[in-house]
């Protein structure tokens, strides 16, 4: 059955609740590579309890791993979900996330384009707890095979780099074992440890989760630009463009827009600057 998409909007949104505590937090930030030097007093903020801070792209994984997705099973929407992928995330930040928590996450379809052989629909989350709203969480996924319902086709606007070049160039390593260690945070998707299910996908070895690559570079950019002060991001946004397997290198490069806004490009410098995000931003 056809999307149909006046269903979906009307929708009723659906209503989690998301519970996390500071083991959570931690190793989230694990996960993403933090605690290297293991005393620097710069990744003790990430790893030890009495001095954490959170990352916001903690987001993506409080009380379980896109939970947003659930949002997939709103009337109107059906897919296969084999051929959806995940094309871009946003998160807008309310206030700074505490280390432990217990908060209400309101999901709902936002939006439906058709694209003619794929549909992009993105999902909406609205996290607050008794203290009030906590942060906003868009999820674009990109449908294969469900498009031509006959529904508005959506904006195409990509995000170039300045013509000029980058303020920041900073590169990260992927741990072998990161993958392994960052799915423990909700993500159990095979195809991130299991080589034979990763072949089946079309891949050599294992890749790393894109939301993995995503906190990789909100930490790096927090950590050089931001005076490793995570509570001043507001914003953070991304479209994924491709794949890094664990034990590559990620090339960071940023650019100051304003006082408030920094660009990124993120690529593989193992495989000639392979493209990983586009159209990156970080507003603070």
Known sequence: MPIDVATALAAEPRSTELTWDHKDVLLYHLGLGAGVPATDPAELRYTLESRLRVLPSFATVAGGALGVMDALGTPGIEVDLAGVLHGGQRIDVHRPIPVAGTATATTRVAAVHDKGKAAVIVLR??????DGPL????????????GGFGGERGGSERLAPPERAP???????????????????????????????????GFDRPILHGLCTYGMTLKALVDTALDGDASRVRGYRTRFAGVVFPGETL???AWRLDEHRLQAAVTVADRDDAPVLSDTVVEF
């Open 167 to 201: 303020d920041l160039t900073l590169e990260r390593g992927v741990r072998e074992e990161q993958a392994l260690l960052y799915r423990l945070s909700g993500d159990w998707n095979p195809l991130h440890a299991d080589p034979e299910f990763a072949a089946l996908a």
């Open 125 to 130: 989350a609205d996290v607050a707890d008794a």
């Open 135 to 146: 942060w906003s969480c868009d999820v674009e996924l990109f449908a294969r095979g469900a």
């Open 251 to 253: 090339r960071i490069r």
